[in-house]
């Protein structure tokens, strides 16, 4: 089922949400259930799988040169997806990347998923790879996540690349996107970030899923931009509990997202990160809370690989 047809179904009740990281290459797929399965009393219409690119890494030879190698750390995206339907006869939605596709490698890889039965992407345009600085399309694809939104909602036109194929059937998915409260971190301002974020949803995609932020009125005044804008689509909330001190300095380096004052200073007075566990859970069910109250269609959690926390805080709310 859709996400939109969830969302539609709900009654206005926020529903629960979250999204985990495909294990690393070598691991098995237990750890993954290991971590879904505490998390299915609370009833999530849906698992986001995350989609990782290759990344570069550099050996050196007896000689002394470096010799370039292409490493996939985590693949696995749609066999994940598809063992998790499989299992939870829940909707498993795997992310998709501009970064490293091809067009024809995106509709190959679409064509796999609506095989399977998955009806939901999320379309995403992906980081730079880690060796580089900027984001740096293949040849043949895609620059921007409104250009991958426009080929997946060509494919549910049943327009394929090949325009010759003959009695082509038209897939049929629900397609969602990132946006960013605290702006996207190359987007030269919230207003221009928004700007495209508009091309996402006028290109077909149906909602938003947001970065992480822990201060809510980000998210408010976000949505209330967005729907100045004319963007209706929902916009589904995404939440992360600090769970280490370390977290602190990792958090708006990678993400380029604030952390408010009050929060910093809970870490800073915690002797070990057990209690930096316990704040970041305390947090993140305050920001739920505060959440929920205000109407929001889902609460999306990023579990990155550890369920615990996310069970405290659902447990709480759900
Ligand atoms: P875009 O929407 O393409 O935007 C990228 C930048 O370009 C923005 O600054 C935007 O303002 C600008 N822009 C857009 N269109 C144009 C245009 N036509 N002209 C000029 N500028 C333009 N990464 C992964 O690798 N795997 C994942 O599974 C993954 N999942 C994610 C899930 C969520 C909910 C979020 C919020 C992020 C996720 N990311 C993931 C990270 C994401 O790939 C990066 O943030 C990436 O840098 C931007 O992706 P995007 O889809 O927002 O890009």
């Given at each position: ?23 690393l290459k070598?691991?098995d ?23 990782h ?12 040169l ?21 299992k ?18 995106t ?6 998923l ?16 880690k060796?580089?600085?900027y ?93 100045k ?63 929920v ?8 959690y ?6 615990s926390?996310i ?8």
């Amino acid at each position: 089922m859709k996400v939109t047809e969830h969302i539609a179904q709900s009654d206005g009740k926020t529903l629960f949400s979250f999204e985990i990281l495909p294990p690393l290459k070598g691991q098995d797929i237990k750890s993954i259930f290991d971590n879904i399965d505490p998390l299915m009393e609370y009833k999530p219409p849906f698992i986001d799988v995350t989609y990782h690119r290759e990344e570069y890494t550099f050996k050196e030879l007896d000689n002394g040169l470096l010799k370039k190698q292409v490493v996939k750390k985590r693949p696995g995206t749609v066999g994940i997806c598809a063992a998790i339907q499989n299992k939870y006869s829940v909707d498993a939605i795997p992310h998709i990347l501009c970064g490293g596709f091809t067009k024809e490698d995106t509709e190959n890889f679409l064509i796999d998923l609506d095989f399977l039965g998955i009806d939901n992407v999320v379309a995403l345009r992906g980081d730079a790879v880690k060796s580089e600085i900027y984001f740096k399309a293949e040849k043949e694809g895609h620059r921007y996540a409104s250009e991958l939104v426009s080929q997946i909602q060509d494919l549910n036109n049943g327009k394929y690349l090949d325009e010759e194929l003959q009695n082509s059937s038209a897939t049929d998915f629900c397609i969602g996107v990132a946006g960013y409260p605290e702006k996207h971190m190359e987007a030269p301002s919230l207003d221009s970030d928004i700007h495209f974020l508009k091309k996402k949803i006028k290109a077909g995609a149906e909602y938003i899923v947001t970065q992480m932020f822990f201060d809510n009125q980000k998210y408010f005044d976000f949505v209330e931009k967005c729907r100045k804008e004319g963007i209706t689509v929902p916009i589904i909330p995404g939440l992360k509990p600090i769970a280490t001190r370390k977290q602190l300095n990792l958090i708006p380096h990678r993400f380029k997202v604030d952390l408010p004052d009050d929060l910093i200073m809970e870490v800073v007075r915690c002797k070990d990160n057990k209690e930096v566990r316990k704040v970041g859970i305390e947090w993140c069910i305050q920001q739920s809370k505060e959440l929920v109250a205000a109407g929001v269609p889902i609460l999306h959690y990023y579990s990155m690989g550890r369920s615990s926390n996310i069970e405290a805080i659902a447990k709480e709310i759900f």
